[in-house]
């Protein structure tokens, strides 16, 4: 939640024209709602797709304040956030509802990126592999694994965003396996393939050791995305 239109549209453009030089990286850019109008303007004649933050289930209805799948393609987004971890903790939204969401979002043709990760309290209990187990399993449960050819997942251990605690390349690689692992489970082929990325405080300091892990495919950023040098220099590592 940042950003005027005048902000917005300068960073759109900013990050268009420094893209220009990593063609090989997929970059998505997920504005607030109020700003997709701007991204749609800014960015339909570049490489970089657009995608929402949220979704609401169904097409329309007296849901007063809720945004539908339907209404983010109108937008031309291609994607959308699902299950972010800021959603699960300050809006209570459970492991169901986000199933529920994803759900949602293929059946609009958005490609969703699924959110999964534990808290502190999880982590020093122990229960880093429950939590995400349940969270990703729920969602095998209701779509299947086949989805995951082209849906995203992301990993953010909630720990590690905003506290000043960073998790170091091996451990984000460790909790990547894992999440392999579980999609192999189902479908070694899927897990082959499945893009995961990490989403615990990526910067331009730590991006290139962090895509360096074999199960660590790209970011989810956050700050550093709101600074378009910033941002850049992470795309110029995951080249």
């Known amino acids: 939640m940042h950003g005027s239109r005048v902000e917005a549209k300068a960073l759109f453009?900013?990050?268009k024209e420094g893209a220009r030089a990593y063609p090989s990286v997929s970059i998505i850019v997920f504005p607030s709602f109020v700003h997709?109008?701007?991204?749609e303007n800014e960015l339909v004649d570049s490489l970089i797709t657009w995608g929402g933050q949220n979704l609401?289930?169904?097409?329309?209805?007296a849901f007063t304040g809720e945004v539908s799948g339907l209404m983010l393609v109108d937008y031309g987004c291609q994607y959308v956030l699902v299950g972010h971890s800021e959603?699960?903790?300050l809006f209570r939204e459970d492991a169901i509802l986000v199933a529920e969401k994803f759900k949602a979002a293929l059946q609009f043709g958005l490609l969703p990126v699924l959110c999964v990760g534990e808290t502190?309290?999880?982590?020093?209990?122990?229960?880093?592999?429950?939590?995400i187990a349940e969270q990703l399993k729920t969602v095998l449960q209701m779509v299947g694994i086949d989805v995951f050819r082209q849906a995203i997942i992301a990993y953010e251990p909630v720990w590690a965003i905003g506290t000043g605690i960073t998790a170091t390349p091996v451990q984000a690689q460790a909790v990547h396996e894992f999440i392999r692992s579980l999609l192999a489970e189902y479908s070694g082929d899927?897990?082959?393939?499945?893009?995961?990325?990490?989403?615990?405080?990526?910067k331009a300091?730590?991006?290139a050791e962090l895509f360096c892990m074999p199960d660590i495919d790209g970011g989810l950023v956050g700050n550093a995305s709101l600074d378009a040098k910033?941002?850049?220099a992470i795309c110029q590592a995951a080249t």
């Open 13 to 15: 453009n900013a990050i």
């Open 36 to 39: 997709l109008q701007s991204a």
């Open 56 to 61: 609401y289930l169904g097409e329309s209805g």
């Open 87 to 89: 959603r699960r903790l």
């Open 120 to 131: 502190r309290q999880q982590r020093e209990q122990d229960q880093t592999q429950a939590v």
């Open 190 to 202: 899927v897990a082959d393939v499945a893009r995961i990325l990490y989403g615990g405080s990526v």
């Open 205 to 207: 300091d730590n991006a």
């Open 230 to 232: 910033s941002f850049l």
